[in-house]
Structures are given as C-alpha cells and as structure tokens.
C-alpha cells in the first residue's frame, strides 16, 4: 500500500489494477457521484459509460510517465464509485498496471477531479447556487459533468451544433471508435466503406450543410462513397479485408498515404518510428508501458468497442476528408482538425486558458470569450458550451432546445432573435447563476419525461429529442418508454 498526498494507493499484480482513494474532503456533503456524473448529455458520449446497476462510471484516460514524456501518454480504464462503506471519499480502480509513478497519480487525480468539478472553488460555487436556488438543493444538483481535459470538451461542443441528439451520439462513438483502431498496433485499420456506415443520423433536411467549397463536405452522399472506395482501390494497399502494409508504423497501419496530412506523409512513407513507445523513452521509470498494456485494460476496451477520445496530435496527423468520412462528421471535421493543430503547432494554449480559468470571474470572460470566437467554427453557442465547462454559469447558451424549452416550460413563445433577450429577462435574477438554474429546469423536465437519467439504459440516450418531448393528443402521461 502506498500513501500519496491525501489518496492512498494499493495495487493487485496478479489482476494488473490499482485500487486509489480520493478523499471528497469538505466537498463530501455536497457530493453525490450519481448526480454529479448524470447532470449533463456530456455523460453519454463516448468514451464514458454510466452503468446504472453499479453507479459507477468508467472510461479510458490518459496518464503520462514523466515530466520529460508529456508527448507520449497511456490510456488505462479507470472506474469510479462512490461506495457505500466509505461515503468520503470515492474508489478509483486503475486497470492496467500494478503501480503508478508520482506523475501518473498527479495526472489521474487531476482528470478525475476535473469531470466531477471537486475543486474547492467548484465547492464554493455548488454552496453558493444552492443557497441562491433552494430547488436545486433539493435535487442534488449544482455539478455540471464534463470532460477529463479542456480539449474534449471543445471538440464535444462543436459536435453539439446543428444536429440532433442522435447523430451527436454517433459522431462521438466514431471518433472513439477510430482512436481506438489508430492506437491498436496490432489491429488492421480497414478502410473498407459499408454504405450504411455513411448514412447520417440526422435527417438531411436537418442538417445545416455548408455550401460547397467552403468545406468540401457537401458533396452528394453517394459521391462521396463511391469517391472513398475509388481511393481505396487506387491506393492498391488495403483490400476489403485485412492487407497489411510492411515495415510502417504501427500508428500508421493500415492507412494509405492520402490519409496521412501533408506534414506526416514523410514519416509514412520512410516508415520511421515515430510513435516510440515511453518505456524505450524512460527505461529509468519504476513503472514502465509495459505494465500498463495487460490483457484485462485491453479487454475492458473491447468489450465497448471504442477507445480514448482522439488527442489533438492523433487528429493533427490525420486527413481532413478521410475524418469526415470515417467518423461521418461532415463540414466538422475542417473544424476539428484545425483546432487539434492549433493545440499542437502552440497557437491555441489550452493550459494556459485552464490556468485563467481556475477562478472563473466575470472580468475575464470577455477576454477569453473574444480568444475562443477566433477559432474556426467557434460561434456564439460553442463558445458559451465551452465556457461553461470552464466554470462560467452567467451567459445560457442558446439554440432550438433553448426556444423549445421556454415555450413548453415558460409559456414565453422565442424566436432565434429575441431567445437571448428571453432568457435574460427569466434567469437574469439569478446571476451569476442563469445557467445552472436553467440546466436545472432542462434536466428536471427531461427526467418528467424519460424517467431518471441515471437509470436508463445507454440504447435509448438517443430518445432524447425534442420530437420526443411534444405533448401527445389524449396522453394521459407525457412520460415516454426508453427502453430498447
């Protein structure tokens, strides 16, 4: 058993895992795992996953060896509960390894503590709101779930924009899907197109497609098919099912040239290592990669079938139409791609707008509101997401769901032009608080229909729509089934 700080840490060599305290600290009377994760649509995409018999949550995150191993992380599945035999502190099971190094628990406890907002500024805010807002108090509500890294979070909210729930869903499971097939040396990337893989979730009426040239993804469907399968055969390297190609980089298995940007076509092509693992790079750390590649983490990811969320350098090396493609992500995938380079080229900081955001006050917001909107495909809405991920609950982030909501819960009839002024004239009372308490309202009336959100099963997360939520003539409930 081995103490670190406040946690305590013991490890299982025979089942390759690490068992991790986390004290809750002042933060255990206010805390509740279920209602912490269960808060937001962020809890069900992809990689995470709620089960709802256990009340646990379980997902891949990334730990980096060292300080001089920044570039080179390991994903490990991590599980946490909050049991019952120990209502102060929550349970981590780290599946993968036997031991972590001082780094890789700084990093794990940082992650952890960022999805569920336990730092003590987050604290203070949760108090606060339920002091201000009795009825969340009531409910247990005043964490707004979110992603383990800043990075997440954005991609996340750019796939929110202008498309229904499902189709939302189905992007983030691909893009974890395709992390998971980059990350598998020993897994044959098969470019191989199934037609039904490409068609869209979301009906093509629905879809604000860009026009053509601005993006190169609106392109009619069945070009865009017959196109990818053309490149394929072209590339006479990848046949339907799994030709391999000699001497590359595991990263880089299986793909062809085309799909490799411009700047990484020269590693492809020499065949360089340049995916070197971190134990070849720190052969003096007491835990090495090895230990972190047991067969039960494996395993744990297969059994989902979806990897880690894409790192902002696996996006960076990658072709913007074969993204759009693969993940099915259309005029997205420009938008994803040149925020993962400006990550890694340094132009976008995301530690440093972290860092600013450690104390959320509302004399900074301007600022960094006017940095995000300078990033491509980062609107009004976006940035609003992002920046309440970031801990800023003053601005509501406005959309169909916004005007839907005010008319069924507020009788108040919105358009897109007066939506803003609406929902400052209801919530401006409540600053700087308008967010959480309109969350509040949104996440008590989904749960008046679908029942408990944390109970339902992960197939019907994508029942929760707007054309789901409409009164029924002659309903005596307007509760709707979920269940598969």
Known sequence: MQHTGETTISGDARRGMVVVELPLG????????EKAVCSHGLFMMAPNHWDPLTKTLERPLRLSDDHHCADHEISVTVRVSHPSDSPQSLRLHVF??????????QSLMAQVRRMLRLSEEEEKMVREF???YGEAKERGFGRVFRSPILFEDMVKCILLCNCQWSRTLSMAKALCELQLELSSSDKKFSLSVESDHFIPKTPAAKEKWKKAGVHKCSKNLSARLAEAQATTEEDNV???????????PPKFKGLSSKDIS???????????????????LCSDNPCSSSDLHSAEAVELNALNGVGNFPSPRELAELNESFLAKRCNL???????????????????????????????NLSNYDELARQLKEIDGFGPFT???VLMCLGYYHVIPTDSETIRHLKQVHAKSSSTLTVQKDVEAIYGKYAPFQFL??????????????????????????????????????????RIKTSA
Request: proline share 4%; hydrophobic share 30%.
């Open 262 to 280: 411009s700047d990484k076509k020269e590693d492809f092509l020499l065949g360089c290592d340049i995916s070197q693992t971190p134990s070849n």
């Open 238 to 248: 990848l046949t339907t099912g799994s030709a391999e190609i000699v001497d590359c």
């Open 330 to 360: 259309g005029y997205r995938a420009a938008r994803i791609i040149n925020l993962a380079r400006g990550v890694v080229e340094g132009r976008i900081p995301l530690k440093e707008i972290e860092e600013c955001c450690r104390q959320p």
């Open 96 to 105: 993968g390894t036997d031991c972590l190094s001082a780094q890789q628990h």
């Open 383 to 385: 940035c609003a997401n």
């Open 130 to 132: 339920q002091e201000m």
């Open 26 to 33: 002042d933060a255990s009377s206010t805390f509740n795992l």
């Open 437 to 478: 308490v309109y969350w509040s309202e949104i996440w008590h009336f989904y749960e008046e229909w679908f029942g408990k959100l944390s109970e339902m099963p992960q197939s019907g997360y994508n029942r929760i729509t707007a054309s789901n939520m409409r009164p029924k003539r002659n309903a005596k409930s307007k």
